[in-house]
Protein backbone atom coordinates (compact mmCIF):
# COMPACT_ATOMS: atom_id res chain seq x y z
CA UNK A 1 0.00 0.00 0.00
CA UNK A 2 1.36 3.58 -0.54
CA UNK A 3 0.16 6.83 0.45
CA UNK A 4 -1.19 9.55 -2.20
CA UNK A 5 2.38 11.43 -1.33
CA UNK A 6 4.08 8.77 -3.15
CA UNK A 7 2.22 9.65 -6.32
CA UNK A 8 4.31 9.85 -9.49
CA UNK A 9 3.72 9.75 -13.68
CA UNK A 10 3.40 6.15 -14.88
CA UNK A 11 2.61 4.83 -11.17
CA UNK A 12 -0.20 2.25 -11.25
CA UNK A 13 -2.35 1.27 -9.47
CA UNK A 14 -6.09 -0.88 -8.97
CA UNK A 15 -8.29 2.05 -8.57
CA UNK A 16 -12.36 1.53 -9.19
CA UNK A 17 -12.25 -2.37 -10.37
CA UNK A 18 -9.24 -1.59 -12.82
CA UNK A 19 -5.62 -1.03 -13.12
CA UNK A 20 -4.82 2.36 -13.89
CA UNK A 21 -1.62 4.80 -14.75
CA UNK A 22 -0.99 8.47 -13.43
CA UNK A 23 -0.87 10.62 -16.66
CA UNK A 24 -0.87 13.44 -14.30
CA UNK A 25 -0.72 14.52 -10.83
CA UNK A 26 -0.42 18.12 -8.44
CA UNK A 27 -0.25 18.55 -5.23
CA UNK A 28 -2.37 20.98 -3.79
CA UNK A 29 -1.78 22.52 -0.18
CA UNK A 30 -4.50 24.99 -0.10
CA UNK A 31 -4.70 28.09 2.68
CA UNK A 32 -7.86 26.64 3.93
CA UNK A 33 -8.53 22.66 4.75
CA UNK A 34 -6.54 19.68 4.57
CA UNK A 35 -3.67 19.02 1.11
CA UNK A 36 -5.26 16.52 -1.87
CA UNK A 37 -3.76 15.67 -5.13
CA UNK A 38 -5.37 16.02 -8.14
CA UNK A 39 -4.82 13.34 -10.71
CA UNK A 40 -5.25 12.28 -14.40
CA UNK A 41 -5.96 8.30 -14.61
CA UNK A 42 -5.81 6.56 -17.64
CA UNK A 43 -7.64 3.07 -17.51
CA UNK A 44 -5.06 0.59 -18.96
CA UNK A 45 -7.76 -1.33 -20.47
CA UNK A 46 -9.72 0.98 -21.99
CA UNK A 47 -7.51 3.52 -23.19
CA UNK A 48 -10.24 6.32 -21.28
CA UNK A 49 -8.48 9.26 -19.16
CA UNK A 50 -10.54 10.46 -15.84
CA UNK A 51 -9.60 13.42 -13.45
CA UNK A 52 -9.27 12.33 -9.98
CA UNK A 53 -9.01 13.92 -6.24
CA UNK A 54 -7.33 11.97 -3.24
CA UNK A 55 -7.37 13.47 0.11
CA UNK A 56 -3.80 12.76 1.75
CA UNK A 57 -4.93 10.08 4.12
CA UNK A 58 -6.01 7.49 1.08
CA UNK A 59 -4.27 4.47 0.60
CA UNK A 60 -3.46 3.44 -2.99
CA UNK A 61 -2.66 -0.68 -4.05
CA UNK A 62 0.14 -0.01 -6.20
CA UNK A 63 0.38 -3.10 -8.85
CA UNK A 64 4.17 -4.31 -10.43
CA UNK A 65 4.66 -4.02 -13.42
CA UNK A 66 7.26 -5.98 -15.03
CA UNK A 67 9.13 -5.19 -18.57
CA UNK A 68 10.14 -7.55 -21.02
CA UNK A 69 12.56 -6.58 -23.84
CA UNK A 70 11.28 -8.06 -26.91
CA UNK A 71 12.05 -7.38 -30.49
CA UNK A 72 9.25 -5.83 -32.98
CA UNK A 73 9.10 -8.75 -35.84
CA UNK A 74 6.19 -8.04 -38.57
CA UNK A 75 1.81 -7.71 -38.27
CA UNK A 76 -0.32 -10.45 -39.29
CA UNK A 77 -3.42 -10.31 -39.48
CA UNK A 78 -4.67 -8.95 -35.85
CA UNK A 79 -1.62 -9.58 -34.14
CA UNK A 80 1.68 -8.09 -33.58
CA UNK A 81 4.59 -10.34 -33.00
CA UNK A 82 7.36 -10.05 -30.98
CA UNK A 83 10.49 -12.30 -30.28
CA UNK A 84 12.69 -12.34 -27.44
CA UNK A 85 16.40 -11.98 -28.49
CA UNK A 86 17.81 -14.55 -25.60
CA UNK A 87 15.35 -17.43 -25.96
CA UNK A 88 14.18 -16.30 -30.01
CA UNK A 89 10.67 -17.11 -27.98
CA UNK A 90 7.75 -15.22 -30.14
CA UNK A 91 4.76 -13.66 -28.55
CA UNK A 92 1.66 -12.47 -30.47
CA UNK A 93 0.00 -9.56 -28.92
CA UNK A 94 -4.00 -8.76 -30.16
CA UNK A 95 -3.39 -5.31 -32.38
CA UNK A 96 -5.94 -3.83 -29.51
CA UNK A 97 -3.61 -4.13 -26.69
CA UNK A 98 -1.09 -1.73 -28.96
CA UNK A 99 -3.21 0.66 -30.08
CA UNK A 100 -1.64 3.61 -31.48
CA UNK A 101 1.50 3.14 -31.07
CA UNK A 102 1.22 0.73 -33.82
CA UNK A 103 2.18 3.56 -36.23
CA UNK A 104 5.42 3.67 -34.56
CA UNK A 105 6.52 0.20 -34.52
CA UNK A 106 9.30 -0.31 -37.54
CA UNK A 107 10.53 -4.12 -38.36
CA UNK A 108 13.56 -4.83 -35.62
CA UNK A 109 12.94 -1.97 -33.20
CA UNK A 110 13.45 -3.00 -29.29
CA UNK A 111 10.83 -2.42 -26.90
CA UNK A 112 9.35 -3.42 -23.40
CA UNK A 113 6.21 -5.49 -23.09
CA UNK A 114 4.37 -4.12 -19.82
CA UNK A 115 2.74 -7.46 -17.78
CA UNK A 116 0.66 -7.17 -14.32
CA UNK A 117 1.82 -9.98 -11.47
CA UNK A 118 -0.15 -12.51 -13.30
CA UNK A 119 1.76 -11.72 -16.66
CA UNK A 120 -1.35 -10.21 -18.51
CA UNK A 121 0.00 -7.98 -20.69
CA UNK A 122 -1.06 -4.52 -20.40
CA UNK A 123 0.96 -2.79 -23.57
CA UNK A 124 4.16 -1.61 -24.76
CA UNK A 125 6.56 0.09 -24.22
CA UNK A 126 8.40 2.24 -27.10
CA UNK A 127 11.89 3.41 -27.05
CA UNK A 128 11.95 6.98 -26.87
CA UNK A 129 12.76 8.48 -30.74
CA UNK A 130 12.03 6.00 -33.46
CA UNK A 131 13.18 6.73 -37.58
CA UNK A 132 10.79 6.47 -40.09
CA UNK A 133 10.79 7.25 -44.20
CA UNK A 134 8.34 10.14 -45.43
CA UNK A 135 6.03 8.25 -47.92
CA UNK A 136 4.05 11.02 -48.60
CA UNK A 137 4.30 15.13 -48.00
CA UNK A 138 2.88 18.20 -49.43
CA UNK A 139 4.90 19.89 -52.00
CA UNK A 140 7.32 23.00 -51.45
CA UNK A 141 5.90 26.31 -52.91
CA UNK A 142 7.99 29.26 -53.39
CA UNK A 143 7.87 31.60 -50.03
CA UNK A 144 6.67 29.29 -47.71
CA UNK A 145 9.82 29.11 -45.88
CA UNK A 146 9.39 31.97 -43.47
CA UNK A 147 6.60 30.76 -41.91
CA UNK A 148 6.75 28.97 -38.29
CA UNK A 149 4.91 26.20 -39.08
CA UNK A 150 5.60 23.17 -41.73
CA UNK A 151 3.58 21.32 -44.49
CA UNK A 152 1.90 17.56 -43.77
CA UNK A 153 3.26 14.49 -44.24
CA UNK A 154 2.68 10.95 -43.70
CA UNK A 155 5.03 8.31 -43.31
CA UNK A 156 5.62 4.44 -44.02
CA UNK A 157 3.82 3.37 -41.49
CA UNK A 158 0.68 6.17 -41.91
CA UNK A 159 1.43 8.66 -38.96
CA UNK A 160 0.16 12.09 -39.69
CA UNK A 161 3.01 14.32 -38.68
CA UNK A 162 3.76 18.08 -39.38
CA UNK A 163 7.70 18.68 -40.75
CA UNK A 164 9.79 21.83 -42.29
CA UNK A 165 9.02 22.36 -45.67
CA UNK A 166 12.43 21.63 -46.49
CA UNK A 167 11.90 17.88 -45.95
CA UNK A 168 10.74 15.78 -48.82
CA UNK A 169 8.84 12.13 -49.66
CA UNK A 170 11.80 9.64 -49.24
CA UNK A 171 13.37 11.47 -46.40
CA UNK A 172 14.38 9.76 -42.95
CA UNK A 173 13.33 11.45 -40.01
CA UNK A 174 13.46 10.82 -36.51
CA UNK A 175 10.35 11.24 -34.13
CA UNK A 176 9.34 11.70 -30.67
CA UNK A 177 7.31 8.32 -29.63
CA UNK A 178 6.21 10.49 -26.52
CA UNK A 179 4.88 13.67 -28.20
CA UNK A 180 4.23 12.08 -31.78
CA UNK A 181 6.50 15.55 -33.38
CA UNK A 182 9.21 15.48 -36.07
CA UNK A 183 12.81 15.81 -34.33
CA UNK A 184 15.28 15.89 -37.17
CA UNK A 185 16.11 14.58 -40.27
CA UNK A 186 18.31 11.77 -40.36
Not at 21 to 38: I, Q, S
Not at 56 to 79: A, C, N, P, Q, W
Not at 159 to 177: H, M, R, S, Y
Request: hydrophobic share 35%.
Amino acid sequence: MANTSDIKNGMIFKFKNGLYEVVEFLHVKPGKGPAFVRTKLKNIETGKVIDNTFRTSEKLEVVRIEKHKKEYLYFDGDFYVFMDSNTYEQLQIPSNVIGDDKKYLVENMEIHVRTDPDMNIIGIELPVTVIQEIAECEPNIKGNSASVSGKKATTEKGLDIIVPFFVEAGNKIKIDTRTGEYIERV
